[in-house]
C-alpha cells in the first residue's frame, strides 16, 4: 500500500538507512503567494493528542544522479512521521503526497492543523484541495522565520545528522531507500525522545491507548 505514496520518478526495492545535508547552491523555493495562510501554531510546538496539530517540511539529499526531495509530515504530539514522500523534483506533489500518506494513516478529525513555511508547494492548489477535502486547516509561520517552524527545523536536523551526513549516495533509490528504512524501521519505532518519557513515537502513541482503553 505504501509504494502508491513512496517516489515519483524512483525505482527502489529493499531497505537500509540514509539522508544528507542541505548543501550550499541548492535550488531555493519560490516566493511566497498571496494564499499563504495565517499562523495559527505561534511557536506553540505541542499538542494535547493525536492528530491535533502536524508539522510539514521539505528536505534536500545529494546524489550524484543529482538531488532528492523528502516531503515530511509530523503530528506534534508524538514526533511521528506520519506522511512522507520523496521525488527528484520539488514540486506540489511532493508535499501533497506526504499529506495525502498522513491522512490515509491518520484519519484526522475536522480541524486538524497542517503548519509549514511559505514554499510554492505549500501554498499550491493542489495541497490546499487535498486540506479542504479533509477538512485540514492550513497554518504559516511568518516569511524567513525558521523559528515558526522550528519543530520540523528539528526533525529534519536530526534525520540529516543521524542519517547521512558522513554518507555519499551513488543514486537517488539508494537514498530512497536509506531513507524509508530510517522513517520506518528506526525513528518511528525505536528512536526515543526525551519529550515523550524516553519513548519511541510507536511506543509513546501505544502506551497512551492502552491508558485510554484501561480508563474506558
Not at 505514496?5 to 527502489?12: L, Q, T
Not at 506520519?82 to 506540489?92: E, H, I, K, L, P
Not at 522565520?145 to 522550528?150: E, G, L, V
Request: hydrophobic share 40%.
Amino acid at each position: 500500500m505504501l509504494k502508491a505514496y513512496i517516489i515519483r520518478e524512483i525505482g527502489w526495492a529493499g531497505t537500509t538507512r540514509g539522508c544528507a545535508k542541505r548543501p550550499k547552491g541548492e535550488a531555493k523555493q519560490a516566493a511566497p503567494q498571496a494564499n499563504s495562510a495565517p499562523d495559527l501554531v505561534r511557536r506553540d510546538f505541542s499538542a494535547d493528542g493525536p492528530n491535533r496539530a502536524w508539522f510539514a517540511g521539505i528536505a534536500y539529499v545529494r546524489t550524484h544522479q543529482g538531488w532528492l526531495y523528502l516531503a515530511v509530515v509530523m503530528d506534534i504530539w508524538s514526533r511521528k512521521i506520519v506522511g512522507w514522500s520523496m521525488s527528484a523534483r520539488m514540486t506540489a506533489e511532493l508535499a501533497d503526497d506526504a499529506l495525502r500518506m498522513a491522512i490515509a494513516r491518520r484519519r484526522p478529525p475536522g480541524g486538524c492543523i497542517h503548519h509549514s513555511d511559505h514554499g510554492s508547494q505549500y501554498v499550491s492548489p493542489l495541497i490546499g484541495k487535498t486540506m479542504r477535502e479533509a477538512g485540514i486547516r492550513p497554518s504559516m509561520g511568518s516569511i524567513a522565520s525558521p523559528w515558526d517552524n522550528a519543530a520540523m527545523e528539528s526533525l529534519m536536523g536530526l534525520v540529516k545528522a543521524e542519517c547521512v551526513h558522513a554518507r555519499t549516495f551513488e543514486t537517488r533509490d539508494q537514498a530512497a531507500l536509506e531513507i524509508f528504512d530510517y522513517i520506518e524501521c528506526f525513528y518511528n519505532r525505536v528512536r526515543i525522545h526525551s519529550a515523550l518519557g524516553n519513548l519511541s513515537p510507536e511506543e509513546f502513541e501505544a502506551r497512551h491507548a492502552q491508558e485510554a482503553a484501561s480508563a474506558a
